[in-house]
Each structure stands twice: as C-alpha cells, then as structure tokens.
C-alpha cells in the first residue's frame, strides 16, 4: 500500500486492508467517537502513517498522550501481547516498533518551542472572537487597525494594541468624523478583555520572532515527515485561545502558500482535536470563514481533519467536504444522541454486509466504521474495520524525555528568546513623550516673559499701547462710545481674526472646496 496509509483491516474476518489513498488525503476527513473509543490512537496511527510516507503533520496532544510518537513502542509494554495478536489478525506484517522526527510547540513556552503570531497578522476578525467581543466594539477593533495601517503603527504584541487603544480614546472626536463614532465605554470593554487574555497568559502568544510556518512542513534527515505536536493541555484551560489560534494557523496556511492543485501527496496535514470548540458560540462570519478556508485550501496541498466526539459538532456545510471519515462509536443514550447516529449513518454509502447505524452503535474499542475516497475521489463502501497497533509508544513520555527532543531539535534557540523591536507602543510613547516636551517648551516661555507681556497673552491687560496706529476716527469713536451693533461687529471681526476665527474658516472651507 506504498501510494496508501494503512488504517486497519475490514472485511468478514478483519483480512483486508483499509488504507487512506495519499492522492485524495487533501479532501479532509473527520475522526469521531464517543470518549473512550479510540480516537486518539486512530489519530496516532495516521500521524504515523503520513509521516513514513514523508508528509508533514500538525496536530494537537490535548492530553499529552501523543508524545509518545518520539519514542518507539516496546515489547516490554503492557499491550505488547495484544497490539502482536491484532497486527497478525488484519495482515500487518512488517509490523514492528519505531519512533517518529517530532518537534514539540506550546504557546506558552513550557513543553515546547514557543509559538508566537503578530497582533496584524491574527486580524481584527479573529481577535474580535478570541475577546469575545459585541459588534459595536467589533467596530471600534476594526476601527483601531485601520489607523495602525494610516499611520504607520506596527501592532506586533498586546501593549502596542494597548497603547493604540488609548490614543485612539483621546482623539476620538476627531476620528469619529471620518470612521463614526468611538465610545469610551466600547474601549474600556475591549481593554478589559485584553487584560483577562493577558492574565490568562497570551502575552506569550503574541510577539516576535514569529512563526515561520516553513518549520512546520521540514522532513527529518530520513525523509520522513516531521510531526508537530503542539502541547494544549494546559492551553485547554482557555478553549477560546485554543481555538482562535489553530484558526489562525489555518488561515495563514492559506494565505501564504502557493496553488498546487491535486499532489500526489498532501504537502501538510493539519489535525484539529476538540473540533467543537472552534464553532461553539461562532459567528456566522466567523464560521463561512472556516467554510471557505476547508474548501479551497485543499488546492494548496493542505488536508484538514477534524477530530469531535460526534459528527453533529461541525457544520453541514462544512461536514459534506470530509471525504475521508473514521467513525468510531457512538453512543444513543437520548433522543437527540439517537438522531445524530441516524443522521451519521445516513452519510455513508452503504454496505449490504450490515447495517452502518447499527455498526456506529457496537463497534467496539479500537474498531470503527470508515469510509474513504477511491478512484475519481468517490466515496467507498463503508466498512467496520479494526484499527491498526501504533508503532510509536502509546502514552506519554517522561519530562526528561521531553527536554531531550526539544534540545536536540534543530530549532533550538530560534524561537526561544523573544524580541520587542520598534512598534506602536514605542512610537507613541515618542508622540507622547514630545508633546510634553513642547508643552513644557512653552510653559517655560510663558513664566520667562515680562509680566505685561504674559497678562496680555491671558487677555486680562487691554492696553492701547500695543495698536500699532490710531485715526482721529478712532479716537472720535472712543471719545464717543460705541453702539451695541458696532461693538457685537468688532468683537465679530476680533474673534475671526484669531485662532478660534481661522479654525472656522478652514472647517468650512475644507467642507466647501475639499477634493477640488
């Protein structure tokens, strides 16, 4: 099966092989099941199987079960016994025992290489859902990028959006001549919310040096695929976070890698554990964003696979573009469980061997239902088929282990020390910064000017010594005294010809004759 993964056995005695075909493995896929039926070894095993066959994969260890695929398996284990017995029973026979080239990630620096991303690089539009945000202050966020971008503001970490923010608060009037109006009160909302993001630990997911997402699609020195496993244990703890970020690690793939069409391989393959959490609560928009990305990056030699305990978690639309389908068992303990087994079921092409809704019900621990793309990418027959034994260590490895990978990964050191380079937040310290200094300027010019002088600058000297000529005219007119109408007129013409006059004329200039 060397233009094939191989899944497992199906058939009546578990004889004949299931396997993934490479060419169709960009079509996506889905692996679902009830908790405790083997879903995170299926995903083991497929990990396993595209790297050996030199293809680059992303996965999630939500549990920290997965980095066993740095170590081999043992003959010593507990499951020797039985993983030897199922391995003769499906056909597996140059099974043996081996380790995978992994590097292991975390955003917060801890288990892994650090993973860091740019405040402009995640977009208004994922960090409005990461914040949680209302659609006034969705506004006010779009607003705040748009002006980094005007005036030339970089936003690499959360204090340069911070600082943004604040000087986005303190000329609000002026902004929201051009963009609308800018509340305090949606500003204190979304500065809140970073503050709960920065407590929760995100301060190390944005900054520098970013992410190369070329680290993610290396191969070992053997050819085989490099497996990226991205430490989310503790990263579970904010699904929010969790999901925002491997998102944006979609879209980025998207964006920034070049049209392939059909490969004979999948240049990455992406997998999303605890699928759910991406569209729980989403907006709509949020979620034809996620349509649009499974459904075009696939000509960008990406396969995406979703990983959720029942098939009902993802969308249709988004549902009718998993070609490649591992069901494990489901479980009908309430109506509705009923009605998602019914309509999982009715997803497959059937098999006249057995009933699939009665399949996805009874098949047992490391046995599922599958389906996967044959010839002209159509759908084959369903078939109960008995997982294939991992050839990595099942479970965990030891913190020792652990360290020994990262520190021997050639990207040790590259990622590690953080960099904080010139952005918004310094810039507008300096516009700060400077402003104080010339008001300080003119303070100082103020207190060191004759004491005439300065009451006549605050307006309460109003001396005729300062008139440069006079006319008997105007001497008539104050030996006489001034009409009301003269003198509102006078005050009219003083006014005008002032700071305040000149503001005047050029707002209603500028609205006259602006564009001409």
């Known amino acids: 099966m060397s233009e094939s993964i191989f899944i497992g056995g199906g058939g009546e005695a578990y004889g004949e092989k299931q396997g993934l075909t490479l060419k169709y493995a960009n079509r996506h896929g889905l692996i679902a099941g009830a908790t405790g039926t083997g879903k995170t070894v299926t995903l083991q095993i497929m990990a396993e199987g595209f790297s050996a066959q030199g293809v680059p994969v992303f996965l999630s260890d939500v549990k920290g079960d997965l980095a066993g695929l740095a170590k081999a398996g043992s003959a010593s284990a507990k499951l020797h016994g039985a993983f030897t017995s199922r391995a003769a029973k499906i056909g597996f026979d140059d099974y043996s025992y081996q380790g995978f080239p992994v590097t292991f990630w975390d955003l917060f620096g801890d288990q892994g290489h650090p993973v860091r991303t740019t405040v402009s690089e995640m977009g208004p539009l994922l960090l409005a859902r990461l914040l949680e945000l209302s659609e006034a202050q969705e506004g006010v966020l779009n607003i705040a990028f748009r002006l980094a971008d005007e005036q030339g503001l970089p936003l690499l970490d959360l ?5 943004l923010l604040v000087w986005l608060g303190e000329n609000r009037g002026e902004i929201a001549l051009r963009y609308g109006n800018v509340s305090t009160a949606s500003i204190g909302a979304i500065q809140r919310r970073l ?13 520098e040096p970013a992410l190369d997402l070329a680290d993610l699609m290396r191969c070992g020195p053997d050819g085989r695929g490099m497996i990226n496993i ?8 904010a699904p929010r976070l969790y999901a925002t970020f491997l998102l944006w690690l979609l879209s980025e793939l ?12 999948p240049k990455l393959v992406f997998f999303f554990d605890e699928a759910h959490l991406l569209f729980e609560d989403a907006p709509k928009a949020l979620v034809d964003k996620v349509e649009q990305v499974a459904r075009l990056i696939r000509s960008k030699g990406v ?10 978690d993802v969308p249709e639309d988004i549902l009718g573009q998993l070609g490649n389908r591992v069901q494990h068992a489901l479980r009908a303990f309430t109506a509705r469980d009923r009605k998602a087994l019914r309509m999982a079921a009715e997803t497959y092409r059937d098999n006249p061997r057995f009933d699939t809704e009665e399949a996805i019900r009874e098949v047992g621990v490391g046995e599922a239902v599958t389906s996967f793309l044959a010839k002209k990418g159509v759908p084959g027959i369903v078939e109960r088929t008995l997982i294939r034994p991992p050839s990595s260590q099942l479970g965990p490895i030891t913190k020792a282990e652990r360290q020994g990978v ?17 952005s918004a937040y310094e810039m507008l310290k300096r516009r700060a910064d400077a402003a104080a200094q010339e008001a300080e300027a003119a303070e100082a010019e103020e207190e060191a000017a004759e004491p005439m002088v300065r009451e006549f ?16 005219r105007s001497l008539r007119s104050n030996r006489r005294g ?20 000149r503001r005047l004329v050029r707002g209603v200039l500028g609205g006259l004759f602006k564009g001409r």
């Open 195 to 207: 503050l709960v993001l920065e407590n929760q630990g995100a301060t190390q997911l944005f900054g």
């Open 254 to 265: 998207f964006e920034q890698l070049p049209e392939v069409g059909d490969p004979d391989k």
């Open 457 to 472: 600058r605050a307006a309460r000297r109003f001396s005729g010594s300062r008139v440069g000529r006079s006319s008997s």
């Open 303 to 312: 396969g995406v696979y979703f990983v959720t305990q029942n098939p009902d």
């Open 406 to 422: 990262i520190d021997g990964s050639d990207l040790s050191g590259k990622y590690e020390d953080r960099i904080d380079r010139d």
């Open 159 to 163: 204090k340069d959006l911070q600082a």
């Open 482 to 501: 001034d009409t009301v109408t003269e003198a509102l007129g006078k005050a009219l013409v003083k006014e005008l010809s002032g700071t305040t006059g």
């Open 230 to 237: 991205l430490a989310a244990d503790k990263l579970m703890g």
